[in-house]
């Protein structure tokens, strides 16, 4: 009606291009962009509006190209806060365009205390991170995207379902939170592609709690995409693994540190059960004789207690592996990879024999047999907690023999640390990946008695 009144109103036909946004009618959103375009400002405020409107149809290019013109007829001269908000809308447009000197040139013009300088600020913290650290976020908060009254009605609602306790109840409550607010499932894809850390976080929540097959869908997409940084978009992944929307093996894109790469879905379940319990006294006699001679470093007395037990239980999976051990320490190589290799062909499920065979092959340069032990490993569904420790070391000199790849390297070596912090291989590890030189040089000197 206010249109119809004055059809230069801009604020009228600014907040008409919102609305409009939220809906997701995003064909009658740009046609009312295009109208507020071609609408007279004659004031950086009118201008900051025009610009905007643009960035929530995601047109950068028509946004930057706006403040550029706006600054030609000197509307950008005086350090007003309407100056600012544009400086820090087209930095913001820069970047996203992929001119980050540009954009650096821009958000350091928002001086001062205003708020559009605090985000600029952000903005250009962002820029100095490495690729997948950003956040890549647009130029827009949450307030911009969702009326406050309306977020705290959620957090409120929120909080009386969970204190039923009842994961029905709350999927029935955030429903029809949903219904009564019908853009927000609409906009959920906008907010995990160009939101900020807060809005990101609140669109990934109300999605899943919503749980409904077409949200799952929106977080499969924005899993696979580029947006925002690899932590969050991994956090997003392992909701969406947990929740089951991925089959086991699945393959799946995933950006990491700025490159799309080809990853499969796994799952593990790890505990502290054993693959195989120790039930007959027979066998756990043999075991706690040569654990003792283990103790007192005598090898072959240790050889010969679990030969002897082999002999009560020969398909004993412990015996036989604490076996394959004691055949590395004395350097019989080749025994103890003849032995691992029978052991994992009667015990597929096993996980130990094929790490030791894993070692072996990477120590005698067999990348492709390595690369197939690893991939047995990874189908696996359940590892004690020694298999996972011992896995994810195996990943880390995996990823730096073989691949070459320092950062895969430090990832897996997270997950180790994760998993046993006190292990002092571990803490070589850590200091010999302070760089590739020296940690090629660990790698190398932890696999040297498994040399055939």
């Known amino acids: ?36 375009q071609a609408a007279p400002a004659l004031e950086a405020a009118a201008v900051v509006k025009q610009v905007e409107a643009f960035v929530y149809l995601s047109d950068y290019a028509t946004a930057l190209e706006l403040v550029t013109q706006a600054e030609a007829r ?16 087209a930095g913001v447009a820069a970047a996203r365009l992929g001119d980050e000197k540009k954009a650096r040139e821009l958000l350091q013009k928002t001086h001062g205390h205003s ?15 490495p690729p997948g650290q950003r956040g890549n976020s647009g130029a827009l908060t949450l307030d911009h995207w969702i009326p406050r009254r309306i977020v705290q009605e959620y ?49 990934q929540h109300l999605a899943q709690l919503a749980d409904t097959p077409e949200l799952w869908q929106v977080l499969k997409d924005f899993a696979s995409s580029a947006h925002g940084p690899d932590q969050f978009r991994n956090q997003v992944l392992k909701a969406l693994q947990s929740a089951g929307q991925y089959a086991k093996g699945q393959t799946v894109t995933f950006w990491s540190r700025g490159k799309a790469t080809e990853i499969k879905i796994i799952r593990y379940t790890i505990d502290d059960e054993p693959y195989e319990s120790l039930l007959a006294p ?6 706690a004789e040569a654990r003792l001679a283990l103790k007192e470093n005598d090898l072959q007395r240790a050889a010969e207690a679990l030969q002897r037990a ?13 076996l394959v051990l004691i055949y590395l320490n004395q350097a019989r190589v080749t025994q103890a990879r003849e ?81 046993q912090r006190n292990d002092s291989q571990m803490q070589a590890a850590r200091k010999a990946l302070e760089n590739r030189l020296t940690s090629k040089q660990w790698a190398r000197q932890t696999l040297a008695h498994f040399h055939e």
């Open 1 to 36: 009606r206010a249109l119809e009144l004055d059809p230069t109103n801009i604020y009228a036909r600014y907040h008409l291009v919102r609305l409009l946004r939220f809906e997701n009618r995003m064909d009658e959103a740009r046609a009312a962009a295009e109208r507020l």
């Open 74 to 89: 000197g509307l950008l001269a005086s350090e007003s806060a309407p100056a600012a908000l544009l400086h820090y809308y």
């Open 115 to 129: 708020l559009a300088a605090r985000l600029a600020q952000q903005q250009l913290q962002d820029l100095d991170k």
């Open 155 to 203: 957090m409120q609602l929120l909080d009386s379902a969970v204190r039923v306790a009842n994961s029905s109840a709350t999927k029935a409550v955030v429903q029809k939170y949903f219904a009564r607010y019908p853009f927000l499932s609409k906009l959920i894809p906008t907010l995990l592609e160009c939101g900020d850390h807060l809005t990101r976080e609140l669109a």
């Open 282 to 287: 027979n066998i756990s006699q043999g075991m």
């Open 310 to 322: 082999l002999q009560v239980e020969p398909s004993s999976a412990n015996l036989q592996y604490h």
């Open 339 to 419: 032995l691992a290799e029978k052991l994992a062909a009667q015990h597929p499920a096993f996980a130990l024999p094929h790490c030791q065979l894993a070692l072996i092959a990477l120590a005698n340069d067999r990348k492709d047999e390595a690369r197939e032990h690893l991939k047995t490993l990874t189908v696996l569904e359940h590892f004690h907690h020694r298999e996972y420790t011992q896995f994810c070391q195996i990943q880390v000199l995996y990823q730096i023999l073989v691949e070459a790849d320092h950062e895969a390297a430090l990832d897996w070596f997270k997950m180790w640390e994760a998993s």
